[in-house]
């Protein structure tokens, strides 16, 4: 999800992914998520990247979240 280094103690493994603890957040709120309460957008991983959805905002059109990582500053993937 990030391109930091991810140190033993930090990480946590989600849908067979090692990522940081503290990335596995909701893209569009950044509040933490929790395995079995979010959703990723397929849709939207060619553009972002793996990017997770909290229980509010997972079900909002695929445009609505990629405005809202936008607004936040959420680098496009290769850019």
């Known amino acids: 999800m990030c391109a930091e280094e991810i140190k033993t103690g930090e990480d946590m493994t989600v849908e067979q992914k090692t990522i940081h603890k503290s990335c596995f957040k909701c893209a569009f709120c950044g509040v933490?998520?929790?395995i079995?309460?979010?959703a990723r957008d397929h849709s939207?991983?060619?553009r972002y990247g793996l990017?997770?959805?909290c229980s509010d905002h997972m079900l909002l059109p695929p445009g609505?979240?990629?405005a809202?990582?936008?607004k936040l500053g959420i680098k496009k993937k290769g850019r």
């Open 64 to 66: 609505e979240k990629a």
């Open 51 to 53: 990017k997770y959805f």
């Open 44 to 46: 939207l991983e060619s």
């Open 32 to 34: 933490a998520v929790r």
């Open 36 to 38: 079995g309460a979010c």
């Open 68 to 70: 809202q990582m936008d």
